[in-house]
């Protein structure tokens, strides 16, 4: 059962859809990189004037490793942005260092969801941990003591979890992208046809969290009918 051709057909899809989003994701990000701003400005400056404008100032702005690594941490409140895109001067370094200060101001600003996902996130981590022990002891311990329901009922509570927070996670990015474009034309950095590219890379960023989150309701969906079918029987 834990084993089930058809939530390995379910993960094959998204999986799937998941890789080609991902690829065009980075094909966008390569060629808006190699489009330079017409502000000339780095990725690092936008994301000292946009924290600057929205009078921030305890929040600290780091170059990390790694391509499209970059994040907001809300604990240790800085701003960790890729060296691309901190060293960049390009549309893609502009998008990208905005819409991760746009969780900056989301925070400061008490912003609803941004608070729930970030409360949730040790909840999510141990149902993570716990669903995984489950999927690979469950088949055995379903057969030994016929607990396939229980098993599954565990698998259920942890996999809705894991989809409340993709869920969550949607409104959370689409509005960090919102202030972000929002304040790009405002500021004068990227208008017109300008943030109309920004907004099209940040869209193809958004379709990631679509993906992820539609993959976790479609597996949620088919643990409960399969529950279900288990209990008509």
Same mark, same amino acid.
């Given at each position: ?164 927070? /993709?869920? *969550?996670?949607?409104?959370? #990015?689409?509005?960090?992208? %919102?202030? !972000? @474009?929002? &304040?790009?034309?405002? /500021?004068? *950095?990227?208008?017109?046809? #300008?943030?109309?590219?920004? %907004?099209? !890379? @940040?869209? &193809? ?29």
């Amino acid at each position: 059962m834990m084993f089930d051709p058809v939530l390995m057909v379910i993960t094959l899809i998204f999986m799937g859809i998941g890789m080609w989003v991902s690829s065009r994701l980075k094909r966008k990000f390569h060629e808006y990189s190699q489009t330079p701003i017409s502000s000339g400005v780095s990725g690092k400056e936008v994301a000292e004037k946009m924290l600057r404008d929205h009078g921030i100032m305890d929040v600290k702005i780091i170059s990390v490793e790694g391509q499209l690594s970059d994040h907001y941490n809300p604990l240790a409140k800085t701003v960790n942005l890729s060296r691309e895109v901190y060293q960049g001067r390009s549309i893609a370094s502009a998008a990208v260092s905005s819409h991760e200060c746009g969780h900056a101001v989301q925070h400061a600003h008490a912003y609803s969801w941004l608070s729930l996902r970030s409360a949730i996130v040790p909840v999510v981590n141990i149902s993570a941990k716990a669903m995984n022990i489950v999927m690979i002891a469950g088949f055995i311990l379903g057969a030994m003591y016929q607990l396939w329901n229980e098993m599954l009922v565990v698998i259920i509570i942890c996999q809705g979890i894991i989809t409340a927070f /993709s869920l *969550i996670t949607l409104p959370v #990015e689409l509005d960090a992208s %919102k202030r !972000a @474009l929002v &304040w790009l034309n405002t /500021s004068n *950095i990227a208008r017109g046809a #300008e943030n109309e590219k920004a %907004k099209d !890379a @940040l869209d &193809w960023a958004a379709r990631t969290y679509f993906v992820a989150a539609l993959a976790s309701l479609a597996q949620l969906m088919y643990f409960v009918m399969l529950l279900l079918g288990r209990r008509r029987d």
